[in-house]
């Protein structure tokens, strides 16, 4: 299996996450929190996704790995998604192409240009008011 870097989120937010087997991803699933995305990921790049989203962290059980439920990450996570960049599955994610984190890191330009108007990956305004 390739090492991944995984999304995963419940109604309290999103966790993301880095893994060299399927073991984590499942225990994860296992407590309530639904596989989102998964991307073929080196555990520089899960460090520099922490860093990133540091503003949004809640803390918790899963300390840096949660954030909040905000609009900016599952745009970005929706954003992935759009330009396979990552899988719903972790049964896929063997078949990605391994692109460079400079591409899909966030606030890269070849996300930017293409967050906008796909519902099918619209994980943002998918989620109740309540959720949000």
Not at 59 to 68: F, I, L, N, V
Not at 101 to 130: C, E, I, M
């Amino acid at each position: 299996m390739t090492d991944i870097l995984y999304f995963c989120d419940s109604n309290e937010g999103m966790k993301s996450g880095f893994s060299t087997n399927n073991k984590r991803v499942a225990s994860h699933e296992r407590t309530g929190l639904t596989l989102r995305a998964v991307i073929p990921a080196s555990y520089d790049d899960e460090q520099a996704i922490h860093r990133h989203f540091r503003q949004h962290q809640k803390g918790g059980k899963w300390g840096k790995e949660y954030y909040r439920p905000t609009e900016e990450i599952y745009e970005y996570v929706g954003g992935l998604l759009k330009n396979g960049f990552a899988a719903t599955s972790e049964d896929d994610v063997d078949a990605l192409p391994h692109i460079p984190f400079s591409v899909w890191k966030p606030g890269s330009s070849a996300l930017a240009h293409s967050l906008n108007n796909d519902s099918q990956y619209d994980l943002w305004t998918a989620r109740t008011a309540k959720e949000r």
